[in-house]
């Protein structure tokens, strides 16, 4: 079955530490995305990747950031920089950047301990 | 000028109603108007989008109405089934200009169907 895997499903970290959360995708898609949801909140744009060895910054890219050394991977470290980083993270992906479908992974919900 | 505002926050609907859900934006370049919806636990899944080239959009029991002079879209889901409890996305982008490509989406609305 095609789609996006993001992985691990829950992710605790502690003050001060950097976590990289795992998005991959076999849909041969170019382009992918990072989002933060929050309670009550609809999905804002972390970072994004047209392509291999390409990403840009969305509207909160402060305290992560991104690699793309892979077509099929897009891989997401929140850093101790972010101050607020208990949110529910979702992957998404689509053929090429566009006004197209983006399809999303089942998030990883991140929390401090 | 990025916003898109989404109403209700919340929605209650009897089995076999109509569901509304209305979204108003700004930028009127956006012409990619697409609807997710996401259960819990989950990752949205788009539902059905509509260009601003046609004013109605149908699949199935979902409806996309667009109304271009109002800058206003919404969603309308017929006869609603419990499993249609969810929490619905609107979104919008644009193919020009600064943020292009990027989606930018409602806060939802949690519906909640009873039997």
């Known amino acids: 079955d095609g789609g996006i895997t993001q992985s691990p499903k829950y992710l605790f970290r502690k003050e001060g530490q950097n976590v990289t959360l795992s998005c991959e995708q076999n849909?041969?898609?170019?382009?992918m995305y990072w989002y933060r949801q929050d309670p009550g909140q609809g999905l804002r744009l972390i970072y994004y990747s047209q392509i291999v060895n390409d990403f840009q910054k969305g509207d909160i890219a402060e305290g992560y950031s991104v690699s793309r050394e892979k077509k099929e991977s897009f891989p997401l470290t929140v850093t101790s920089a972010q101050k607020n980083p208990t949110a529910f993270y979702l992957c998404a992906s689509s053929e090429r950047m566009g006004n197209q479908p983006q399809h999303f992974g089942d998030g990883t919900r991140l929390s401090i301990l | 000028q990025q916003q898109v505002k989404q109403s209700p926050q919340s929605l209650i609907v009897q089995k076999g109603g109509i569901s509304i859900i209305n979204c108003a934006y700004e930028?009127?370049?956006?012409?990619?108007f697409p609807w997710y919806q996401q259960f819990p636990g989950k990752g949205p899944a788009l539902l059905i989008a509509?260009?601003?080239?046609?004013s109605e959009k149908k699949e199935g029991r979902f409806t996309i109405s667009f109304n271009k002079s109002a800058k206003q879209f919404s969603l309308h889901i017929m006869d609603s089934q419990p499993g249609d409890s969810a929490t619905y996305f609107c979104a919008a982008s644009t193919d020009s200009g600064a943020g292009s490509y990027q989606l930018t989406f409602g806060k939802g609305t949690k519906l909640s169907v009873i039997p």
């Open positions: 509509i260009r601003p080239d046609v």
């Open positions: 849909l041969n898609h170019d382009a």
């Open positions: 930028n009127t370049a956006f012409d990619y």
